[in-house]
T-cell receptor, first 115, second 113 residues
Framework: KQEVTQIPAALSVPEGENLVLNCSFTDSAIYNLQWFRQDPGKGLTSLLL?????REQTSGRLNASLDKSSGRSTLYIAASQPGDSATYLCAVRPKSGGGADGLTFGKGTHLIIQP | AAGVIQSPRHLIKEKRETATLKCYPIPRHDTVYWYQQGPGQDPQFLISFYEKMQSDKGSIPDRFSAQQFSDYHSELNMSSLELGDSALYFC????????????FGPGTRLLVL
């Protein structure tokens, strides 16, 4: 059974810092990996999706990398801002014959950016 | 851009009652997923549908059922509600074969008293 772990569970840093969030998964047979942002009591906003054949994806100040063989992904946030404060979730989709596989989520990293 | 629509946004029910949650996917998306997120928990996958057929099944209780209709909207039916069913229920949609990013709706917050 796939297990996804995110480290750290919580992080508080001053505004302007660059930071790295980590995600690891136990089964490397994945189809893709998605990073999400969730504000308290709200829905999930997709940030980046990395296909299993890709090494990284970038969107603005965000960069996500994937090392499938070692079961790891990182989300790099450059020049952090108070508006980046949220919970960041990593989720993997299994590699199977089906087309609509459910995602397995990590428990998230709760990020606070201090003004 | 159009997003996933869920209704109702909030729902309060008594134990042993039934509830129906609705999900309208992004236009032209052919796949719908349902997830349950308990307080302080990560989202747990329940069930998915592709082209109106059940595709993948997760930890959906036998008391719950779901279907996808001809217009691609989906409904999650929950019977014999229990206190532990109180959670945020998310619907997500995607287009198989095109990126396949799952886009999530705002969720339905269900409270069972």
């Amino acid at each position: 059974k796939q297990e996804v772990t995110q480290i750290p569970a919580a992080l508080s840093v001053p505004e302007g810092e660059n930071l790295v969030l980590n995600c690891s998964f136990t089964d490397s047979a994945i189809y893709n990996l998605q990073w999400f942002r969730q504000d308290p009591g709200k829905g999930l906003t997709s940030l980046l999706l990395i296909q299993s054949s890709q090494r990284e994806q970038t969107s603005g100040r965000l960069n996500a990398s994937l090392d499938k063989s070692s079961g790891r992904s990182t989300l790099y946030i450059a020049a952090s801002q108070p508006g980046d404060s949220a919970t960041y979730l990593c989720a993997v989709r299994p590699k199977s014959g089906g087309g609509a596989d459910g995602l397995t989520f990590g428990k998230g990293t709760h990020l606070i950016i201090q003004p | 851009a159009a997003g996933v629509i869920q209704s109702p946004r909030h729902l309060i029910k008594e134990k042993r009652e039934t509830a129906t949650l609705k999900c309208y996917p992004i236009p032209r998306h052919d796949t719908v997923y349902w997830y349950q997120q308990g307080p302080g928990q990560d989202p747990q996958f329940l069930i998915s549908f592709y082209e109106k057929m059940q595709s993948d099944k997760g930890s959906i209780p036998d008391r719950f059922s779901a279907q996808q209709f001809s217009d691609y909207h989906s409904e999650l039916n929950m019977s014999s509600l229990e206190l532990g069913d109180s959670a945020l229920y998310f619907c997500a949609s995607s287009l198989i074969g095109i990126g396949e990013t799952q886009y999530f709706g705002p969720g339905t917050r269900l409270l069972v008293l």
